[in-house]
């Protein structure tokens, strides 16, 4: 459906809610692209190429991925195939894990932070965005500042950063940079758009600080387990939550040891 002019979010579910990957499809005077391409799952991809051709097929001159996580990129080859071949678009520094999984298609223009590409109307600006994965962009729309940045931000919630994949002081980096473009919306990775962006970035970056303190409390009244900091932070989590929210004190620790408050021995941490 249109949710803005020229702003479509195609998806198959009645609404946009947590666990739907949005996939938008963004149309200008001289063309469209898409961000995200959803899930490949049966009929998700030929529903988007039908939605396409129902605007009248305009010329796709991209698709763009916004980071590695299959939901945003499933889609993406039958599209390229089916809607005139348009150039699958990622950063540089994701290209590489995007590849690795995804059958059929590549990443054909990999973009650097700043690259722009018209619509005519509409002046597409690719952000490099990293933190929930290391390449995550984000596509601003210049003229409208209509930001759309994956998982980076969720339309619900807070946005999960696991060790390997991201980092959260470039996540907090990649928060101060949304503030500086100044959005005046944003079409989130899932979830809800975002009408108050200034608050939920704020909101995300206290959120991320007040998960920090937590973790140093925990560190302050003696060496501690990943498993022990867990246990005292998070309760009644099921068991794919708790793994995920591990990893997000493991993702402290990291920041923590990176910046020297903090050292490891096995799996016991401790203040320095
Ligand atoms: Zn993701």
């Known amino acids: 459906m249109e949710i803005a002019p020229g702003i479509h979010n195609v998806i198959t579910e009645k609404e946009p809610v947590m666990g739907v990957t949005n996939t938008y499809l963004i149309v200008g ?31 796709l001159r991209g698709i763009c991925i916004t980071h590695r996580h299959p939901p945003h990129w499933g889609n993406s080859p039958l599209i390229q195939r089916e809607c005139g071949g348009a150039p699958i678009i ?11 999984r995804m059958k059929g298609a590549r990443v054909d223009r990999p973009v650097a932070d700043g690259e722009t590409l018209s619509l005519g109307d509409k002046t597409l600006q ?5 933190g929930h994965t290391y390449g995550t962009m984000a596509v601003f729309i210049q003229e409208s500042r209509s930001l759309f940045p994956g998982d980076a931000i969720m339309g619900v919630g807070t946005s ?41 970035i704020n909101e995300l970056i206290q959120h991320r600080h007040r998960r920090e303190e937590e973790v140093l409390a925990q560190l302050r009244t003696g060496p501690k387990t990943v498993e022990q ?20 004190v493991r ?22």
């Open 251 to 272: 993702s402290h620790l990291i920041k923590l040891q990176n910046e020297g408050r903090v050292t490891a021995e096995g799996e016991t941490y401790r203040m320095k």
């Open 90 to 100: 990622a950063t540089y520094q994701e290209a590489e894990a995007i590849n690795e």
């Open 229 to 248: 900091m867990f246990g005292a932070i998070y309760t009644g989590l099921n068991e794919r939550l708790s793994n995920l929210a591990k990893n997000q």
């Open 160 to 200: 999960v950063v696991n060790p390997g994949e991201g980092e959260i002081a470039l996540f907090l980096e990649t928060m101060q940079k949304f503030l500086r473009l100044n959005p005046s919306v944003i079409y989130t990775g899932q979830g809800p758009m975002v009408t108050d962006p200034r608050a939920k």
């Open 126 to 130: 690719f952000v490099f965005a990293p």
């Open 29 to 59: 005077r001289t063309g469209a692209v898409w961000v995200d391409t959803g899930w490949d799952r049966p009929g998700e991809g030929q529903a988007r190429v039908d939605y396409w051709k129902k605007l009248g097929s305009p010329p």
